[in-house]
């Protein structure tokens, strides 16, 4: 008897990197230019962290030198069909919409922040003018404050402010709906705790450092292959340990899957100076999909004998300007507006 080999099909996959707009803007509308625009800047980063054989319906055109040059260094290039019609998402899940809209929500990881003592401790939730200003008579040493929308994400749509320099009419026009209004810290470094799950199950924890600018966008990041090894990286850069936030996450973990989490949940927090010692906000946002901090870790785990790897992320621009050595690798294509970079780092 002859026994025929079949050969498995191969996944179809979409990046959504606008799956925020998909979740939040009333407006949306799959391929319009402004959600095309961040796809097209960020697409490659599937490169980075896919490890399967699939296809991918591409909304960039990629020259093949970049793509040789990645397959040398051993990331796995898909196939590509920009034009298939049945695909799955790849950046979020698309599959129990409220449930996603509640998960990724700034006030939720808000309300269960206050509720547990991870954060939030000194903000509100304020939706009127008057709110905003009785809340700030409340903390009258307090001079900077951050206004964020609750479905934002990487720094857009936040504004600071002054105390000694309050717009009414700049500010009520942000207060749109409710929105999360807190002091802005003394912050020192910012870290991502992710937990891979599967169906509702805990595989694996990571943790990196994200480099984010003052307004809250990302710029990068370092990882490490393992936590242990990531915890060294910092104590020996901040000399700050992890420890307590490594368990405090993985509670705030479980919390979510008793809201019903069942993939990837991505927790930022911050360690902030206070009086000149250095304090842990463990619970900023959580973020219910796939995240950069997942790219990180991607890199770091292809380089498991480095201590640390970083992934940073730049405007053609600045590098014209600034020019980083040959230990940096570009990871991003020849023609995108913002590139990025891969340092493998030894102690």
Known sequence: MVVLKTCPIKKIYKVDLDYEAFLFDPQYKEGSPTNQKIIREFEY???LVNQEKAILKNCQVYDQSYLARLKNMEFVIPEFNPE?????????QHLNIELERTLNSKLTSAQIAILNHWGFKQGA???????LKNHLKKFPKIEKWIIKRPDSFSGIGHKQFRTDALDESLLSKILEGKVLLEPIYERV?????TFEVVDG???RQFMVENFNSESGSFKGGAGSSDVDKFKKYIFKKYSYSLDELEKTTQQIAQTYLNLGAVSNIQIDSFIYRENGELKTYALVEVNYRKTMGLVIQSLASKYPEADWVEWRIESVKKVKKNPLNSEWIRLSPDRNHL???LKINFA
């Open 125 to 131: 939730v304020v939706e009127t003018w008057d709110e």
């Open 189 to 193: 470094f910012d870290i991502g705790t």
């Open 339 to 341: 590139q990025s970079f």
């Open 45 to 47: 980063v599937f490169f």
């Open 201 to 203: 199950i805990i595989k």
């Open 84 to 92: 298939a019609l049945t695909f799955e998402y790849w950046w979020g």
